[in-house]
């Protein structure tokens, strides 16, 4: 992946402002710039505007209808915005799409894609061929993901008696699995059990931080965002109220350093 220098903008204030910001030299591996989009006459996004570095960890916190899943399917090229521009790794996931998408590997909420009737391993070989990886190096990648989710031992067993936590265990497995340059996550540990959401938890955070992979995560967890995140951004009806590191958004909203996520969330969406 080749980068071009440039300059990114990208801290707001609770007000939506735009505070210009020199963040990086190079082009991030995530770029949202302006999106706005609506269903009928509801305002889903209103001008959301942000970057993420290559090997940075961003979570979009906020309420469920807050535009989180909406964003995130636009970044998959699954809805195109009424304006504005999202990129991954410098290209534009409407104009590039398949560029986009083989840097992506997206975890959805609601996973609905898998074949019922064929076994975890089978799943997860098919979608392999579609990134044309196959035989034994197809093998070890699927064994791999399988076992990095905790389902090392549930491979053989069919999609259809899966339960919900180990359906969305096995959409991260497909996610990691061709190894792509860009997680897109929305709400991945949601309904793991309290072990393997462990589990998922240091696989994100290694991903970033040792492998140097770009992760985008939306989240109403804000205790599992506070622990994961190089910077949080809080979206409110559509509204990015703020974005930045934990100990920048106290030094924003003026409340004591020793004040969790929570508080900080309080502050920023209260009277909107």
């Known amino acids: 992946m080749r980068h071009r220098t440039g300059r990114c903008f990208s801290i707001f204030n609770h007000n939506g402002q735009s505070q210009r910001s020199v963040m990086n030299r190079e082009n991030p591996a995530i770029q949202c710039i302006g999106i706005t989009q609506g269903f009928g006459n509801k305002l889903v996004l209103q001008d959301i505007r942000f970057s993420v570095k290559k090997g940075h960890i961003l979570a979009l916190v906020g309420p469920n209808g807050a535009g989180k899943t909406t964003l995130f399917k636009i970044f998959a090229s699954l809805i195109i915005p009424a304006k504005g521009h999202a990129l991954i790794c410098g290209h534009d996931v409407i104009r590039n799409p398949v560029q986009a998408k083989r840097m992506i590997g997206f975890v959805s909420s609601e996973e609905r894609s898998f074949y019922w009737r064929l076994s975890a391993r089978q799943n997860l070989k098919f979608f392999a061929s579609l ?67 462990g589990k998922v938890r240091k696989l994100i955070r290694n991903k970033a931080k040792t492998e140097g992979k770009t992760i985008l995560i939306a989240s109403h967890n804000l205790k599992e965002a506070e622990e994961l995140a190089d ?42």
């Open 231 to 272: 910077r949080i951004s809080i979206i409110h009806h559509g509204v990015i109220k703020a974005i930045g590191s934990l100990s920048d958004l106290k030094t924003l909203a003026g409340i004591s350093p020793s004040s969790d996520l929570h508080s900080l969330f309080e502050h920023f969406t209260r009277n909107h």
């Open 131 to 197: 990134h044309d990886i196959h035989g034994k190096e197809r093998d070890r990648r699927v064994s791999t993901a399988l076992e990095a989710v905790g389902l090392e031992d549930k491979g053989h067993v069919q999609f259809r008696q899966y339960s919900s936590g180990m359906k969305q265990a096995l959409g991260i497995a497909r996610g990691i699995l061709h190894d792509p340059s860009v997680l897109l996550m929305d709400e991945p540990t949601q309904s793991l059990s309290p072990d393997v959401a």
